[in-house]
C-alpha cells in the first residue's frame, strides 16, 4: 500500500510538472534556432566583456547589482540626464515631494542606506555649522558616541569614517544604561516590539534614533509607517526592493536633522560625505522609484512573485527525496522565497556542491545558501561569539521570487531538477 501511495504521489508530480515541461522542450528548440543563424539572446554589453549575466535567485544583494529598476525609473532618469541643475536646490525640492508622499518633515536622497548611515551621523554630529562641518571626522569637542543597538554592523564603517565611536548595546536596558551626554545617535535595524522599547528609549532621552531598513520596501507603506511612529530619521535603499537606481538611497525623517545630512554630503566641498555623490539622474530616478511603489498593486505582484517560485517548487519535486516549502520571511528579502531541501549526507551532496553547480553552469545561476561572497571575511556581527565556532552547515538553499524575470523560472526549475536528479541517482547508485 506504501508504494501505491508513494507511486500516486509521483504520478501526480509528474502530471502537475508536464506543462512546463513542454515549455522547456519549446525554449531549448527557440534558443538552438536563435543561436544557429546568430541571434543568441544572450549577447549583450555585459557578455562583450567577457562577463557573464546572471539569473538572480538570491535577492537584491549588492554583489549581484541589486535589483533591476522600474521602466519608470529609466524613463526619468534619461531625462534628467539632458538637463544641468543646482543639486542642492534639487535635493531640498526632493525634501519637499518626499515629504508630501511619505508624512516625513522632509527627506533626501543618498548614495545607498549605507550613504544615509554616514550623512545622518555627521549631521547629528556636525549639524549645519561649516566650521564644524570641515572639523569632522576629528570630533574633538563633540557629541560623538553612536549606540549600536544589537551590536556591530557590517555597514558601521559608513558611522565611523565619519568620526563616530561606537558603543554597543545588546537590550533595551543596555542601550537606555549606554546613553551619557557624548551620545549623538542611536542606529538600529530592529523592527516591532523591540524597535518601539529602543524609539521610546530615545525619545525619552532626547537622542536621535536612525533606523536602517534597507530592504524595508515592499511594503512601500513603511516608508509612511515609520513617519507616523515619529522616528527620526531612518532610511531604505534606493536598489533594492524600492527598484531604483543601485547607487541610490533614501534617508527621511526630521526636516532639521535632513538639511544637516545635506549640508554635510556631496556637492558641499570640505563636507566628509563629499566623496558619496549622487548624480541628479539617480535622484530622480530613486524619486520616481518611491512614486511608483506607491502607486502599485503590491497584491498583484505578490501574486505573479508567488507564481514563478511555484513552478521551480513543480518541476524540483519530481525528483525523489526533495522537500519544499514557500515562505515570505519576515526580514530581509520580504518577498515569497522557495526553500529547497534533501538529505545530504544520504545523497552526498551539499548545499555548497548545489551552489557551485548552479553557479558553475550558462546562464550563472545564484541562489541563497550559507556563503556571503561579498563579506570581509573577519567581519563579526552583533555580540561576540566567545566559542568562536562558525555557522552549522545549511540545510537548505532558498530562491526569492523578486529577482527572477518572467521566464527565467523555467530555466531555473530545469536546472535545478537536473542537478538534483542527478545527485539523487548518485547516492543509489553508490
Sequence with gaps: MHVLNSSRRSFMKWAVAAPLLSQIAVADLYAKAATAVGKDPRQNCYSRLGVKTVINCRGTWTYLSGSLEFPEVREAQLEAAQYFVNVLDLQRAIGRRLAELTGAESGMITSGAAGAMAVATAGCMAGTDDKLIWQLPDTTGLKNEVVMSG????????????????????????????????????????????????????????????LDDAAGIPPADNAKLYARMGIDLYTFSGGKGLRGPQCSGLLLGRKDLIEAAVMNSSPREGAVCRPMKVGKEEMIGCLTALETWLKLDDKKLYREWNDRVDNIRKLVETVPGVETKIYIPEDGNRYPTLNVSWD????????????????????????????????????????????????????????VSMTIQPGEEVIVGQRLRSILGAAQKGSRAA
Design 151 to 210: 551590536g556591530r554592523s557590517a555597514f558601521d564603517s559608513a558611522i565611523r569614517l565619519t568620526g563616530a565611536k561606537l558603543v554597543l548595546a545588546y537590550s533595551p536596558e543596555e542601550l537606555a544604561n549606554a546613553i551619557n551626554p557624548s551620545t549623538v545617535m542611536i542606529y538600529t535595524t530592529h523592527l516591532g516590539d523591540e524597535l518601539q522599547k529602543e524609539l521610546a528609549i530615545a525619545k525619552d532621552h532626547k537622542v536621535p534614533l536612525l
Design 344 to 399: 545530504q549526507k544520504a545523497w552526498g551532496f551539499t548545499i555548497a556542491d548545489c551552489v557551485r553547480a548552479l553557479r558553475e553552469g550558462d546562464p550563472v545561476i545564484e541562489v541563497l545558501g550559507a556563503d556571503n561572497p561579498s563579506l570581509v571575511k573577519t567581519v563579526r556581527e552583533g555580540r561576540p561569539n566567545p566559542t568562536n565556532k562558525e555557522r552549522p552547515e545549511a540545510d537548505h538553499i532558498e530562491l
